[in-house]
């Protein structure tokens, strides 16, 4: 079963940056994707950014764009997928989410929440 273990929200200035982190392990061969998700106060959850686990493909939908960066790191048993985010404003305030997808794209996961498996999310407030 694939486990997520995310890091890196907290408290920033309007304009900051914060980098999250991703620790996804327990792989199966159907696991191809990971990706980043947030749920800001009074929306729905929406995909920010996606990354495939065994080839270069991203994704990434219009909130993240230009601001925000994904990368991976793969280690012999699992893989770190970070999120780098800057210019940071107040509606980008809310809980994000690792994400764990089976047989599916960067861009389907991204869209459609193509997700198997959820982390528990971290907190990011971007207040003045």
């Known amino acids: 079963q694939v486990q997520l273990v995310e890091s890196g929200g907290g408290l920033v200035q309007p304009g900051g940056s914060l980098r999250l982190s991703c620790e996804a392990s327990?792989?199966?061969?159907?696991?191809?994707?990971i990706g980043w998700f947030r749920q800001v106060p009074g929306k729905e959850r929406e995909g920010l950014s996606c990354?495939?686990?065994?080839?270069?493909?991203?994704?990434?939908t219009e909130p993240a764009k230009e601001r925000f960066t994904i990368s991976r790191d793969n280690a012999k048993n699992s893989v770190t997928v970070e999120l780098q985010m800057i210019n940071l404003k107040p509606e980008d305030t809310g809980v994000y989410y690792c994400?764990?997808?089976?047989?599916?794209?960067?861009?389907?996961?991204?869209?459609?929440?193509?997700?198997?498996?959820w982390g528990q999310g971290t907190p990011v407030t971007v207040y003045s």
């Open positions: 990354i495939s686990t065994t080839d270069s493909k991203t994704w990434y």
């Open positions: 994400a764990a997808g089976g047989i599916t794209t960067p861009q389907a996961m991204c869209v459609l929440k193509a997700v198997d498996t």
């Open positions: 327990g792989f199966t061969l159907h696991t191809t994707t």
